[in-house]
C-alpha cells in the first residue's frame, strides 16, 4: 500500500488512530474501527495484500479508506516499536561496593552522628570505604517512610494527609515542609539518573496543553495560571516532554518540540496537534528542513467536529488529580519541579491499562532492573551511586 499523506482518507486514517481506543485486534489479520460519526463500528480484514472493510466508501466506491488507512498505520508503528534495537542497562548491584560493586567487603565499625549509627564497609578490591546508605543519607527518616511520602504525593495524596499517614503507619514525625523537601531532593536525584537511558518510541507524537493553577505567576485577566505543555509518543504512552510556560506563543511550543528531540535523539513521523496557530509556525521550526521532509504536521479539528487529541487528554485528567489537592502551585519555578516529578513518575512507576500493566518506561525499552517491592528505594539508591560508578570507570580508562 502507497501512503502519501496528501489523501483525505490517509489524513482521516491518522485522526483515528490519534485518537486513541479506535481500534480493536481480534486477531492478527482482523481488526474492528469505530466509526467517527457513533454508529457501531466496522470489521477490517487483510487477506494477504489486499485489505478490506465494511464500510460504504470501500464497499462502493473500492476505495483504500480511512479505516483501512488507520489499521495500516498502526500495524507499521507497533512493528517499528518492536524492530528497534532496545538499550542494554547494566544491572547494578546495590549489596555491593559503592564503587566498585565488588562483593568482597567487611565491615569496619560504625559511624555516629546525630542522624544515628551507620555501619561502615572497606571493599578489600578497591581499597575504598563506604556505606549502604546510599541515597538517604542525613535523613533521620528511614527509606521506607521517604518513599511512602513520595508515592502517596504522587498518586493525589495532599501533604497534609501524608504527614498524618506517617505518623499513624510508620511511628514518623515529620512536617509538611520536609515532605516537600524529601520530594525536591529525590525527583532531582532520579530525573539526572534517568536523563541518560533514551527512550525507544514510535513514529507518532501527539502535543496538547493545559491551564495550571499558579498563584504567584501574572494574572491573564481569567485568574493566576500558567500552561503546561505534554507531549506523548502514541505506541509507548511515553511522556517526552513536559513544559511550564506563561504564554501560549511560538516560542512556548517550541520548547515542548526540542525537549522531546532530546529526549529521544529521533525525528517522528507525524506530529498530532489541535489547530492552535502556535504550533504550526513552532513546527515548521523545530520538524520542517530539507533533509527532513518526512514528518508531517497533522492537525486535529475542533472538539465540536468531534476529533480530540484523546491520548494527550486523558495524560491531563491524571495531573489534575495531583495538582487538585494542592490548590494552587507557589510559583513558575516549583510548577515546573512539580511537573519534573509527576513526569518521572508517570514514565517510570505507573502501571499503564493500555500497556497491559507495564509503564512507559519498559514499553520504551528502558528496564531499569527493578524487583518487585519498593521500586522508589531501589531507583533512589541506583540514582545516587551511578555517578560513582561512571566516574571510576572514567578514571580507569584514563589513568
Known amino acids: 500500500m502507497t501512503v502519501t499523506l496528501e489523501s483525505p482518507r490517509e489524513l482521516r486514517g491518522l485522526e483515528i488512530l490519534g485518537k486513541g481506543d479506535q481500534i480493536r485486534r481480534i486477531n492478527p489479520d482482523t481488526y474492528k474501527v469505530k466509526s467517527q460519526n457513533g454508529s457501531g463500528s466496522y470489521l477490517v480484514v487483510r487477506n494477504g495484500k489486499e485489505w478490506s ?54 565491615k569496619i565499625g560504625m559511624r555516629h552522628n546525630i542522624h544515628g549509627d551507620v555501619q561502615r564497609y572497606l571493599c578489600k578490591n578497591c581499597g575504598r570505604k563506604f556505606i549502604r546508605n546510599d541515597g538517604f543519607e542525613k535523613v533521620k527518616a528511614t527509606p521506607k517512610a521517604i518513599t511512602v511520602a513520595l508515592d502517596l504525593y504522587f498518586k493525589g495524596v495532599s501533604q497534609r494527609k501524608i504527614v498524618d499517614h506517617l505518623k499513624q503507619f510508620e511511628e514518623v514525625k515529620v512536617t509538611q515542609p520536609a515532605v516537600l523537601k524529601w520530594i525536591r531532593k529525590y525527583i532531582e536525584l532520579m530525573s539526572q539518573y534517568v536523563e541518560q537511558f533514551k527512550p525507544q518510541v514510535g513514529g507518532i507524537w501527539h502535543s496538547d496543553e493545559m491551564t495550571l493553577n499558579v498563584r504567584k505567576t ?38 515542548v518540540f526540542k525537549k522531546a528531540k532530546q529526549t529521544t535523539n529521533q525525528m517522528p513521523d507525524f506530529v498530532v496537534t489541535d489547530k492552535l496557530h502556535s504550533y504550526n509556525d513552532a513546527f515548521n521550526k523545530e520538524f520542517f528542513t530539507l533533509r527532513n521532509p518526512r514528518t508531517k504536521h497533522v492537525k486535529l479539528k475542533n472538539i465540536r467536529e468531534g476529533t480530540t487529541n484523546n491520548i494527550v487528554e486523558r495524560l491531563h485528567g491524571t495531573v489534575r488529580d495531583r495538582v487538585k489537592v494542592m490548590r494552587g502551585l507557589d510559583n513558575d519555578i516549583s510548577a515546573q519541579k512539580a511537573i519534573d516529578g509527576h513526569r518521572l513518575y508517570y514514565n517510570l512507576l505507573r502501571p499503564h491499562q493500555s500497556l497491559n500493566g507495564k509503564t512507559p518506561a519498559e514499553k520504551a525499552g528502558i528496564d531499569l532492573q527493578l524487583n518487585e517491592g519498593n521500586k522508589w528505594e531501589q531507583i533512589i539508591r541506583k540514582a545516587k551511586r551511578t555517578p560513582k560508578v561512571i566516574k571510576e570507570e572514567k578514571q580507569n580508562e584514563n589513568p
Open 53 to 106: 472493510c465494511e464500510c460504504p466508501d470501500h464497499k462502493y466506491r473500492q476505495a483504500v479508506c480511512k479505516h483501512i488507512y488507520a489499521v495500516y498505520f498502526s500495524l507499521n508503528l507497533r512493528q517499528r516499536v518492536i524492530s528497534q534495537v532496545q538499550p542494554a542497562i547494566e544491572t547494578l548491584r546495590i549489596e555491593g561496593c559503592t564503587y566498585c560493586g565488588s562483593l568482597n567487603a567487611v
Open 218 to 255: 501574572e494574572p491573564t485577566g481569567k485568574g493566576n495560571y500558567d500552561w503546561l505543555w505534554n507531549l506523548m509518543d502514541h505506541e509507548t504512552r511515553f511522556l517526552l516532554a513536559s513544559q511550564v510556560t506563561k504564554h501560549r506563543d511560538v516560542e512556548d511550543a517550541q520548547k
